[in-house]
């Protein structure tokens, strides 16, 4: 069965620097991969979706890539900032379903 | 603020008590979701309302039922829970629930603690 996985539990940087989160998947490649930000106690919130024939997507200092190759997506915050600071899940889609994986804690130090 | 509204935000319960969680959404979307998540995990879906049919996560033990009065409304029955059912419970809805690339919007949750 297809599995995602987001290997790193947590990522600390420092303020200004890029942060890169890494999800990679086993199996088939999907036909999408979405990532969401979750705050803690918080409902995740939507961020960028990526399609399985897009190499790249952008949204102000977000960046999605997906590399069927590396079965494999990055997610990119450039200048980061400390209020980056959160979960960050991907998520794969089917029908009418959506897994995540287990989720990135980013700290974005000052 | 969310465009799904999820009530009550806490809510603490015994074992033995009966209550429900609701979630309303006005965008017109047509699928809705409830998800629960425990602490440092990923959300797990329970169950998905999509044009007015239910799809249930079979792994959902029956003391949680969903309920659909319309397609704005969705709430969480529960009965007889136990403490490991002690959880965040996410509602979601997306534009539509067939195959596709369904962006899903949350709600804040509803924290549930069961004694």
């Known amino acids: 069965s297809q599995k995602i996985e987001q290997n790193s539990e947590a990522l600390n940087i420092q303020e200004g620097k890029t942060a890169t989160l890494t999800c990679n998947y086993t199996?088939?490649?999907?036909?999408?991969l979405q990532w969401y930000r979750q705050d803690p106690g918080r409902g995740p919130v939507f961020l960028l979706l990526?399609?399985?024939?897009?190499k790249e997507k952008r949204k102000e200092r977000l960046k999605v890539t997906f590399d069927t190759t590396l079965k494999q997506s990055l997610f990119h915050i450039t200048a980061s900032q400390p209020a980056d600071s959160a979960t960050y899940l991907c998520?794969?889609?089917?029908?009418?379903?959506?897994?995540f994986g287990k989720g990135t804690m980013l700290l974005v130090s000052p | 603020d969310t465009e799904v509204t999820q009530t009550p935000k806490h809510l603490v319960m015994g074992m033995t008590n009966k209550k429900s969680l609701k979630c309303e959404q006005h965008?017109?979307?047509?699928?809705m979701y409830w998800y629960k998540q425990k602490a440092k995990k990923p959300p797990e879906l329970m169950f998905v309302?999509?044009?007015?049919?239910?799809?249930i996560n079979e792994s959902v033990p029956s003391r949680f039922s969903p309920e659909c009065p319309n397609s704005s409304l969705l709430n969480l029955h529960l009965h007889a829970l136990q403490p490991e059912d002690s959880a965040l419970y996410l509602c979601?809805?997306?534009?539509?629930?067939?195959?596709?690339?369904?962006?899903?919007?949350f709600g804040a949750g509803s924290r549930l603690t069961v004694l």
């Open positions: 979601a809805s997306s534009q539509d629930g067939g195959p596709g690339a369904n962006v899903l919007t």
């Open positions: 199996n088939y490649s999907p036909a999408y």
């Open positions: 990526i399609r399985e024939n897009e």
């Open positions: 965008m017109g979307h047509r699928a």
């Open positions: 998520a794969w889609g089917g029908y009418s379903t959506l897994t």
């Open positions: 309302y999509s044009y007015e049919k239910l799809s």
